[in-house]
């Protein structure tokens, strides 16, 4: 359970309440998305990959059929709580030796948000993913994006190598 919780918070970029929410019926297998209820009673669908899908299904073969709808369940069948899935992580990240950073729901949230830009995902998309209500509140995790990865973007997206069609240099050239 812990393990699928993790990576949907991860792979989704859910907020915990949004997390908790999760009914049985809110995950499309086919397409592989969650429905999610967010801030304001907004519902959105959010994607998740192949892993989280894993994950998904090992957690529903041992959650096996508990009377809940709900797919968050503590060991006595109940719904999960926000505060119980904050405490899992601080306890999780204790066990596994973090240390200097806050292992919280948010900070999956924010590292979602982070390496989804890292890897090339564009800010408006990265806003519809998390549930912002403008583009500014999504801007913030641009402030992440360090100077290294700036320049790997631009060896990657150069308008005049792809125009020219020149490849990216590994190497120093000699001046003659």
Known sequence: RDRSMILVLLDCGLR??????????????????????????????????????SALTAWLTKRASLETESLWCNHYGEPMRRWRVRDMLTDRGAKAGITGVRCSPHTLRHTCAVSYLRAGGDLLTLQRLLGHSSVAVTQRYLESIKSEDVANAHKAYSPVDRLTGAKAKTGRRRLR
């Not at 019926?25 to 969650?34: E, G, L, M, S, V």
């Open 16 to 53: 915990v309440s949004e997390l908790v929410g999760v009914q049985l019926q809110d995950i499309d297998w086919a397409d592989q998305t969650i429905r999610v209820l967010g801030k304001g009673n907004k519902e959105r669908v959010v994607p998740f990959g192949q892993g989280t899908k």
